[in-house]
């Protein structure tokens, strides 16, 4: 079968550290992607692992364990222009699996 | 380097008619996405094309929804006999291999 779970939303504090989880379950499976999409915007690229371990994008980590079928999103020094809908989306075979997001919240 | 591009950026259509939305990709992409987004919703995936072909057309609507990416041009995803459902935005990305895949703007279509 096929899944993906990400927690529908987050709420944090501006300057702080968040973490958003994804699990998936797909076969064919080749990375995981993660994209930011403002209100009324279109997705906006962020990071891609496609091997284990984390990879760091200035205020942006992204993670992968692919024997865990599990990756995360880490956003450090939160702004409020971070408010925004994440999504995890992880490759298979010719297309990326998008689900329905994160909404983060940030509160100054 | 421009980026995606689409257009128009809003169309409005009665019941009935005909929406064409264009979408040309990043230079040097050979590979087209087209998506659907409901309002609160995620990105549902639609059709995946490369020049000429069709390669994965597993989440378009059987009836009333077509797509080509021609081998010169734009791709065209086309909607006959639009209804109210048909409202949403409709997001076309491209990438240069099946991995990352960057986004254009978006089209709007509102059918009244």
């Known amino acids: 079968g096929q899944s993906l779970e990400q927690p529908s939303e987050v709420t944090a504090v501006e300057g702080a550290i968040v973490q958003i989880n994804c699990t998936y379950q797909?076969?064919?499976?080749?990375?995981l992607s993660w994209y930011q999409q403002h209100d009324g915007g279109a997705p906006t690229f962020l990071s891609y692992?496609?091997?284990?371990g984390l990879e760091e994008t200035g205020r942006f980590s992204s993670f992968l364990s692919r024997s865990d079928s599990y990756g995360y999103l880490l956003l450090q020094e939160l702004q409020m222009k971070d408010s925004a809908s994440y999504f995890c989306?992880?490759?298979?075979?010719?297309?990326?699996?998008f689900g329905k997001g994160t909404r983060l919240h940030i509160l100054p | 380097n421009a980026g995606v591009m689409q257009n128009p950026r809003h169309l409005v259509r009665r019941r009935g008619q005909e929406a064409r939305l264009r979408c040309s990709p990043m230079?040097?992409?050979?590979?087209v996405y087209w998506y659907r987004q409901l309002p609160e919703e995620g990105l549902k995936f639609m059709v995946y094309?490369?020049?000429?072909?069709?390669?994965?057309e597993s989440g378009m609507p059987k009836e009333r929804f077509s797509a080509e990416f021609p081998k010169e041009g734009p791709s065209i995803l086309r909607i006959q006999q639009v209804v109210r459902g048909d409202s949403a935005a409709y997001f076309c990305?491209?990438?240069?291999?099946?991995?990352?895949?960057?986004f254009g703007p978006g089209t709007r279509l509102t059918v009244l």
């Open positions: 990305a491209s990438s240069a291999r099946t991995d990352t895949q960057y």
């Open positions: 797909t076969s064919g499976f080749y990375g």
């Open positions: 692992n496609a091997l284990d």
């Open positions: 989306a992880p490759g298979r075979d010719d297309k990326i699996i």
């Open positions: 230079k040097g992409h050979s590979h």
């Open positions: 094309l490369q020049k000429e072909n069709i390669i994965d």
